[in-house]
């Protein structure tokens, strides 16, 4: 099992966000090819779609620039989807551009973000799946 231990995370990680997303009435599409977006949320009562990357931490990324997509991620247990772009925004702020992990390699993650930064993605954080697993058993056990 430990071999597939990353494959098998990637898919609760998933199944967390999609959960989350379902909470918020969107439903959610795997694309058959995977060229930067692992899946992809609609909310037919507005319109809205947002084309996610799934991430194990704050992430970003050059080759997500410009694509209007959004990245999942968690920290310290509680999920965010949030723009890319605007977390690039935040990390031009913060300096992170000028680091040569961004400039040489064209990515930076932070594996533990300071608190400024948890607080610049707050408008971005979603109900705690604790909260939506409780409100869809009290829905079941009602009916």
Known sequence: MSRYRSQVREVI?????VSLALDQGFNAFL?????????????????LVRKV??????????KYLDRDIWVAFPIAGDWYVMPHDVM???AE??????TASWMDGG?????????ATIAACAPYRC?????VVAEA???AEST
């Open 88 to 90: 690039v925004a935040l």
């Open 137 to 139: 058993a009290d829905e």
């Open 107 to 115: 990515a930076y993650s932070k594996p533990r973000p300071s608190k």
């Open 93 to 98: 702020a913060d300096g992170v551009t000028k």
């Open 31 to 47: 694309p058959v090819y995977d060229g930067g977006v692992d899946f992809i949320l609609y909310r037919e009562s507005d319109g």
């Open 127 to 131: 109900t705690s799946i604790e909260a």
């Open 53 to 62: 990357q799934l991430k194990g931490r704050w992430t970003i990324d050059r």
């Open 13 to 17: 990680n998933r199944n967390t966000v």
